[in-house]
């Protein structure tokens, strides 16, 4: 078992810890193969039915629901005529505990969200603006190379498959990122010592002069 100094960021919890440890995260890791398979082919088929057949999402399921509208009222009157039992449907009901959790869920997500946002727009926190800057620029471009949809199925299929591989051979993934940090940090060095330092004296001797 590798140190925690040898593991990326100094890491102590495993991925599955970092991850919630709960129901999510084994999704993620495939500790509940059929479902995240399931997952990962509902959402290819998706991808293919909007791709390729040129639907929308308001066309499709318009269709589908006026197709399934049409099926249960044919057999409905059916059922009716013949002296059978309608079709076999649950209740649909919202209870008012339900919404009160959904809507309580949202406000304090909303509620975090403008509170964030508020901070950067006062430069409270320099740092999250950056992070949040180069966040939205990445995206920027990223989307400017895909549509929403194929950019939506790349990131899940990324979501549920790179934390999966990390996962299982993460000792010898962290071996070889460390090897490359340090390599890095090497050159950064020399690099600090043949330029970055002439420069940091060159610009401290421009400015006594001045």
């Known amino acids: 078992m590798n140190s925690s100094s040898d593991r990326l ?9 970092i991850l919630g440890g709960g129901f999510l995260a084994d999704v993620i890791l495939w500790r509940r193969q059929n479902l995240t398979a399931g997952i990962l082919l509902v959402t290819l088929a998706a991808w293919v039915v909007f791709e390729k057949s040129r639907y929308t999402l308001l066309s499709l399921v318009s269709s589908v629901l006026l197709l399934l509208i049409a099926i249960f009222f ?21 209870s008012e505990e339900v919404v009160n959790e959904a809507a309580a869920i949202i406000r304090s997500h909303v509620n975090a ?3 964030v946002s508020l901070d950067i727009a006062l430069g409270k926190d320099s740092k999250l603006f950056f992070r949040v800057a180069a966040s939205l620029g990445l995206i920027s471009v990223i989307g400017g190379w895909t549509d929403f949809l194929t950019l939506g199925y790349t990131s ?25 940090y340090r390599e890095l940090q090497r050159l950064y060095v020399e690099l600090d010592v043949k330029c ?6 060159w610009v401290l001797e421009k400015r006594k002069l001045d």
């Open 156 to 180: 899940l299929l990324i979501v549920l498959t790179v934390p999966a591989l990390y996962e299982k051979y993460e000792d010898q993934i962290d071996i070889y990122v460390m090897i490359g």
């Open 9 to 17: 960021f100094n890491r102590q919890r495993t991925v599955h810890e």
């Open 113 to 115: 969200l403008c509170s």
């Open 74 to 94: 044919v057999w409905a009157k059916s059922a009716a005529i013949l002296n059978r039992p309608p079709p076999p449907l649950p209740e649909l009901y919202l």
């Open 196 to 201: 970055f330092s002439k420069i940091r004296k």
